[in-house]
């Protein structure tokens, strides 16, 4: 019985031994949380007003004040814009995320800016660009800037305005509202000063050589009567601006190319047997009129060569240009003739008192070219020099006698005996040879009747005219013959011109005297 008080006692003693355990145990486990929570507290906050900005894809940084990036675009943006010399419009719009993170995470302003300045420059291909748009009628070509807009239209001038005379400013539109701006160019006649510049930038940029600096002022030098005085547009010319993507724009030198059209070839139409002027015309579906002014050399009446080119067409500009030329020329003032009576020659009888003179005047005149062809001429001042004094001519008012006379005169007032009647190294001479010039006028030796007007071999073009009583007179090589078979004629009358048709050496009238068929000596009858 004494030892089961002994075992109670051991069994609490180990009980309370195992509730202290227990205890510390627990103590110490909590007090280990404890002081883990508290230092995870001061380690990582948690913070609920940060932000994560995101452009383009790209994560550009956390912030902890979200409007510091809006002021940050803008100037990074600007940045760009300046270091390109360009305006660009950023369609994309900035990304703000809610973001829990810690203080150290924070992204700096620098790191910011520059994350946003490599971002916009690596997708600078994306965003359209501010560029100047010309606008010609319905063709629309977009350039760089302002600078590219009046190059490409000085040059389209520069071909007809070679003395450099006209420079073009953008006159802006007073009805163009927001950001868009409107321009309508206006060509400007130019000070001497500014055209000294204008031909000496364009020389600048063409790299002219020595050769073709003296080229352009032997022009200069050729072209010093005529001034250029306006020039302008045939289409409707406009400029805005406008943003577009940098594929959009063209070089300068595209755009020249595309009003201009310098680079493509005149078509040239090489004449064939059988071709006029208007079968050419025709053949090529255009006017005469057109024809002739993209050939001025020729006129209507011209004589086309088998082989000889045309050009029938040729490229079309989109920017037609018109100039207005005031050329100084001097000119003849024709002279006048007037006539004298004179009652003692026959009718048909003229002869030449005085020559008289061709007067000279100084003429003004504004030419209308559109793209160097000529549309049309104005007389805008005429000076007279010197007036013109008028021929003189006496004519004869006398009636012309009425059948053969007996006696025969001249066929012709003066010309010179050339070849004689009779026998000569080349056979028998049927008449005389009388020397003068194309159209001198041809009369009757005496009144008779046509038997034969026409054409005859080696006669050329004659006439033949019986007096009567077997009397017959012959005039040859004719130019122009003015009386028909079967009409009656009078001495002194005007039937014929001289010419040098048939077998002829040079214009004269080859005369034959013949009676009943036989030829006599026309010096024997003529006086």
Sequence with gaps: MNGLPKFSETMVIKRMQIIMIAFCTMFIVFAVNQLGSQASSEREPVLADAYKVVFEGNEIGIVEDKEIVDAL????????????????????????????????????????????????????????????????????????????????????????????????????????????????????????????????????????????????????????????????????????????????????????????????????????????????????????????????????????????????????????IVT?????????????????????????????VSSGSDGVMEVTAIISKVNGIEEGKEIVDELIIQEAEPRIVERGTKPLPYGSTGQFIRPISGGRLTSGFGYRSSGFHSGIDLATNIGTPVMASDGGKVTYAGWQGAYGYVIYVDHGNGVQTRYAHLNRILVSKGQVVSQYEKIAETGNTGRSTGPHIHFEVRVNGSAQNPLNYIR
């Design 324 to 352: 207005k030329e005031r050329i100084f020329y001097t000119a003849d003032i024709k002279r006048s003739t007037e006539y004298v009576d004179n009652p003692n020659q026959y009718e048909g009888h003229t002869s030449t």
């Design 73 to 320: 675009f803008n100037k990074v943006t600007y940045k760009v814009q300046r270091e390109i010399n360009k305006s660009i419009l950023i369609d994309k719009e900035l990304e703000i995320y809610v973001e829990n993170t810690a203080a150290d995470s924070f992204t700096t302003v620098r790191e910011l800016e520059d994350n946003l300045y490599n971002t916009i420059v690596s997708n600078l291909h994306n965003y359209k660009q501010k560029a100047y748009i010309l606008k010609i009628n319905d063709l629309e070509i977009a350039l760089e800037n302002e600078e590219d807009i009046l190059k490409v239209l000085e040059e389209a001038q520069r071909k007809y305005d070679v003395n450099g005379d006209f420079g073009i400013e953008l006159v802006a539109d007073a009805g163009t509202y927001g950001e868009e701006e409107k321009f309508v160019p206006k060509v400007l006649k130019l000070e001497k000063e500014a055209r000294d510049v204008n031909l000496l930038t364009s020389s600048n940029e063409e790299n002219l050589d020595v050769d073709s600096d003296t080229d352009a002022e032997e022009s200069i030098e050729k072209d010093e009567t005529t001034e250029i005085v306006e020039i302008e547009y045939v289409e409707q010319v406009e400029v805005f601006s406008g943003y577009i993507t940098s594929d959009q724009i063209s070089t300068t030198e595209e755009a020249i190319e595309l009003i201009t059209k310098e680079k493509e070839e005149e078509k040239v139409y090489e004449v064939e047997s059988g071709d006029s002027l208007s079968v050419i015309a025709h053949k090529n579906e255009m006017r005469l009129t057109d024809l002739l002014k993209l050939n001025p050399d020729l006129h209507e009446n011209s004589v086309l060569q088998i082989g000889q080119e045309l050009v029938v067409t040729v490229p079309e500009p989109e920017l037609s």
